[in-house]
């Protein structure tokens, strides 16, 4: 049941990762390889704005409350730069010229593939209860961490499942949630003719391990973020049903950003959510 005039939205702060990120010598290229040490703090949930009473929990089907602590499933012990389309195909580079990744490797595809050398990736679950609603990120609590380099190199990814909303996936680019004025750039890819544009990822490669590139499908947070004018929601719940949210951080190789003045950075994540009665 509703309580008209009750804030009772849900802002989800699910966990906060830490990851202190320490350069390996003097590297030259784009695309490198991360020693960070990585620190995972379980963060508590709050009530703010809105009027839908979302829960959250670890199981799918059980512990829903107003706060999770999570362990990711995959937590990378090296931050190494991937590319990919979908959050199912990753690529890393295997071969650059003169800072430019020329070869690329379908990872995801290798018979020891682990998310976990390359990915923070885990799921929660999202309840509407009482009522339906649509959910929408929050800010604040939603938090990445502050470095420009950071903001520009990194990728939050997410896959919703539930009934009414159906199968959705999204990869969001981070420059939404700080000033990216100050990162520098450089090409790290190099285009196939006809494809000058950097803002493009790996979308398979061929034997040779020669890239076919896609146009970056990153959008921008700040048009799913609760109050903004015209902001779309993530998901559509009905009262109790249960929705599915992978989630997934990484670090966008192809991104012109992502070279190396990203390296020696903190970066955090804070997810939070918001619910409107439908």
């Known amino acids: 049941m509703k309580h008209k005039g009750l804030k009772t939205s849900l802002m989800l702060s699910i966990l906060c990762l830490l990851v202190a990120v320490i350069a390996l010598g003097a590297v030259t290229y784009a695309w490198f390889t991360f020693d960070p040490y990585t620190n995972v703090t379980p963060m508590e949930g709050k009530i703010s704005g809105g009027e839908a009473n979302l829960l959250i929990s670890d199981k799918p089907t059980t512990g829903f ?13 090296a931050l190494s730069p991937i590319s990919t389309e979908n959050l199912t195909d990753f690529f890393v580079s295997t071969y650059q010229e003169e800072g430019i990744s020329k070869r690329f ?10 998310p976990e050398k390359y990915l923070i ?19 604040p609590p939603l938090d990445v961490g502050s470095d420009a380099q950071w903001l520009a190199a990194g990728r939050l990814g997410l896959k919703i499942t539930g009934a009414t909303t159906g199968s959705g996936t999204y990869i969001f680019s981070l420059d939404d949630l ?4 100050g990162a520098e750039s450089r090409a790290t890819i190099a285009p196939s003719a006809g494809q000058a544009n950097q803002a493009l990822v790996i979308r398979s490669v061929n034997a040779a391990g020669e890239p076919a590139f896609a146009d970056d499908p990153a959008t921008g947070l700040n048009g799913c973020i609760h109050g903004n004018a015209g902001a779309k929601a993530l998901m559509t719940l009905k009262a109790e049903e249960v929705a599915t949210v992978e989630y997934w951080l990484y670090l966008e190789g192809c991104d012109p950003n992502c070279y190396n003045p990203v390296q020696s950075k903190d970066i955090a994540l804070q997810l939070g959510f918001a619910g409107d009665p439908t």
Request: aromatic content about 8%; some cysteine.
């Open 65 to 77: 409350a107003k706060s999770c602590v999570l362990v990711p499933e995959h937590m990378a012990s």
């Open 105 to 114: 490797s379908q990872v995801s595809k290798d018979a020891g593939w682990k």
């Open 121 to 139: 990736h885990g799921t929660v679950y999202l309840k509407s209860a009482g009522g339906g609603a649509n959910v929408y990120f929050d800010k």
């Open 178 to 181: 700080g000033s990216t004025s």
